[in-house]
T-cell receptor, first 114, second 110 residues
Framework: DSGVTQTPKHLITATGQRVTLRCSPR?????VYWYQQSLDQGLQFLIQ???????AKGNILERFSAQQFPDLHSELNLSSLELGDSALYFC?????????????FGSGTQLSVL | GQNIDQPTEMTATEGAIVQINCTYQ??????LFWYQQHAGEAPTFLSY????GLEEKGRFSSFLSRSKGYSYLLLKELQMKDSASYLC???????????FGTGTRLQVFP
């Protein structure tokens, strides 16, 4: 158990809908990262937050947004869902945002868009 | 730009040694990580290299050559439980993003 909690574990929804994925980092960790993993692609970096502020942005679609709250949990919002958004979404956390820090990953949310 | 290359699949025999290579071209370099990911599970940290050379940790070792943009993960005394995907990830210097390769799926046979 990495200490990172993601909910829900599975989510099935329809095209055009909006969903929210939730992540609670390890106790004491200030950085939260979101990654998308599809079958034919590796882990694609979406966005990183550090202590409530956006720290780095990857190839995150405009239909996707995220935020980190004062209690350090984070939410990833996916709207106007398309079939291609079906993927495993991982959240990871680290204590700070130092470059040598390893990430601890949650068990992921499997999103299926039908 | 950013590009991280790893072989897609490898096979090996229980008890053997396997080397998984990773080459990278990124916007600056600030460290390289290896993660292990079993099917359907979360990635878990294996090793970190920021200086040239070999880092050894039990049955696993990782090597880095910054001038060549090259790293490898060496797995010794392979066990069946080592069957997993191995992900190479590079921390970009300018952006601090941690960029992952597509991973190498290793199958260990008896």
């Amino acid at each position: 158990d990495s200490g990172v909690t993601q909910t829900p574990k599975h989510l099935i929804t329809a095209t055009g809908q909006r969903v929210t994925l939730r992540c609670s980092p390890r106790s004491g960790d200030l950085s939260v990262y979101w990654y998308q993993q599809s079958l034919d692609q590796g882990l694609q970096f979406l966005i990183q937050y550090y202590n409530g502020e956006e720290r780095a942005k990857g190839n995150i679609l405009e239909r996707f947004s995220a935020q980190q709250f004062p209690d350090l949990h984070s939410e990833l919002n996916l709207s106007s869902l398309e079939l291609g958004d079906s993927a495993l979404y991982f959240c990871a956390s680290s204590e700070r945002d130092a470059t040598n820090e390893k990430l601890f990953f949650g068990s992921g949310t499997q999103l299926s868009v039908l | 730009g950013q590009n991280i290359d790893q072989p897609t699949e490898m096979t090996a025999t229980e008890g053997a040694i396997v080397q998984i290579n990773c080459t990278y071209q990124t916007s600056g370099f600030n460290g390289l990580f290896w993660y292990q990911q079993h099917a359907g599970e979360a990635p878990t940290f294996l090793s970190y290299n920021v200086l040239d050379g070999l880092e050894e940790k039990g049955r696993f070792s990782s090597f880095l050559s910054r001038s060549k943009g090259y790293s490898y993960l060496l797995l010794k005394e392979l066990q069946m439980k080592d069957s997993a995907s191995y992900l190479c990830a590079v921390r970009e210097y300018n952006t601090d993003k941690l960029i992952f390769g597509t991973g190498t799926r290793l199958q260990v046979f008896p």
